[in-house]
């Protein structure tokens, strides 16, 4: 797979498939941009093709508009916040296909930047349908993906105008996304621990199962733990459990042993009368009483997984410790994200929306090695599954 920096880009169109699939805020006239960090992760990649001379045409989806124009999801707000970040120039034009873009890209200067309306805005995009994907494929030179967090979709710009382009690479935050997460599956450093959090065992299990085959240990947090203690015959009150995954719990612990795999779960816990704020909590041991749910991992068991991050040299995270978007709740996915900062001398790879928004609240997110841009196809990744939009770059 080629990335954009073995290319020869002076003067051509390139379309750079990037994700500025960025939160909102949709209560004024004009939707607001809350959270830059997409775009910003990808900036590398476009300042590398304008010094390169490039036309440089970015396309994108935002939301889920289903396949018709929403006012309220154009990518006009990321248009201007690029712009603002490059401190350049940036064109935006208010459709993806069709006789206007193509005036305007034929129109473009070498180093100029224009960005397209949301793909999405056209049924064709999820569809992978072929025309659209064509009319797409026929604005460029080069084709490059730089949105990892939708290579794991086998839509119109991740795999159909690919196929259709005379030449295509992978982007600069691309190349680093497969090259941190194909390490943890490829050449981790020992000892490797892997902490893995969420709501449910159903939506971490390959993840877990697959890890196994290369962690020392795994340590497990959030609601899916409930489910994991559950199955080892301890009283988890009203916590969250999946009562149709217990025997799959069981096999898990089973396997983990098999393997020489330590599988920590949690030995105490922040506990609450109901799962929201202002509830009355309390810490209590293993065991939950019944009318009480576990809400976030107690602080027996931060110390237990500060130290077991302290002694490793790769480190993965994925999933909160407990509800972290409740203040009170939080407390364990912080000192998660602490632990992980303080281990200076590990590769460190952080992935998931919870995970990565409680290195900011902590304020470390600069101290980790990679903090992956993409949920669902990080995951994918991790489970051992082809990637349609890195396939396609082949």
């Not at 440089?56 to 889920?64: E, F």
């Not at 988890?236 to 799959?248: I, P, Q, R, Y």
């Not at 972290?324 to 281990?343: C, K, L, P, S, Y």
């Not at 995970?355 to 997110?365: E, K, M, P």
Request: one cysteine or more; hydrophobic letters at 45%.
């Amino acid at each position: 797979m080629k990335t954009i920096d073995q290319l020869d880009l002076a003067g051509r169109q390139v379309l750079i498939r990037v994700d500025y699939n960025v939160p909102l805020d949709k209560s004024g006239d004009v939707s607001r941009i809350t959270d830059d960090s997409r775009i910003r992760a990808g900036l590398e990649t476009v300042r590398h093709a304008v010094a390169a001379g490039a036309k440089v045409i970015l396309t994108s989806h935002m939301g889920r508009p289903k396949g018709r124009p929403e006012a309220s999801l154009s990518l006009q707000p990321a248009a201007h916040r690029l712009g603002e970040l490059l401190e350049l120039p940036v064109d935006f034009v208010g459709d993806c296909i069709g006789q206007e873009v193509e005036q305007r890209v034929a129109s473009m200067k070498n180093g100029e930047i224009l960005v397209l309306e949301n793909l999405r805005f056209h049924a064709g995009e999820e569809a992978n349908d072929p025309d659209f994907a064509q009319a797409l494929a026929a604005l460029a030179d080069v084709y490059v993906n730089d949105a990892f967090g939708a290579a794991h979709r086998a839509h119109a710009s991740t795999a159909g105008v690919p196929a259709r382009a005379r030449e295509r690479a992978a982007g600069l935050l691309l190349a680093k996304e497969l090259s941190s997460l194909g390490t943890l599956l490829g050449s981790a450093e020992n000892p490797f621990v892997a902490i893995i959090g969420g709501a449910k065992v159903s939506d971490k299990i390959t993840v877990i199962q697959n890890l196994m085959e290369r962690a020392d240990a795994i340590l497990i947090g959030g609601a899916m733990a409930y489910t994991f203690l559950r199955a080892q015959g301890f009283t988890t009150g009203n916590s969250l459990v999946e009562k149709d995954k217990l025997e799959l719990a069981t096999a898990t612990l089973a396997a983990a042993t098999d393997k020489g795999v330590r599988l920590l779960l949690p030995t105490d816990h922040i506990i609450a009368d109901a799962p929201s704020a202002g509830a009355s909590t309390e810490i209590c041991g293993l065991e939950i009483p019944a009318e009480w749910l576990g809400v976030d991992i107690g602080p027996e068991t931060r110390t237990a997984y500060a130290a077991e991050i302290a002694g490793a040299k790769t480190i993965l995270w994925n999933g909160p410790m407990g509800i972290f978007e409740i203040d009170e709740f939080a407390g364990g996915t912080i000192a998660v994200a602490e632990a992980m900062a303080h281990a200076a001398e590990a590769m460190t790879v952080v992935g998931g929306g919870d995970s990565v928004a409680a290195l900011g609240r902590a304020g470390v997110a600069d101290q980790v090695s990679h903090v992956s841009t993409g949920g669902g196809a990080s995951l994918e990744f991790l489970e051992g599954k082809t990637l349609p939009g890195v396939a396609a770059l082949d």
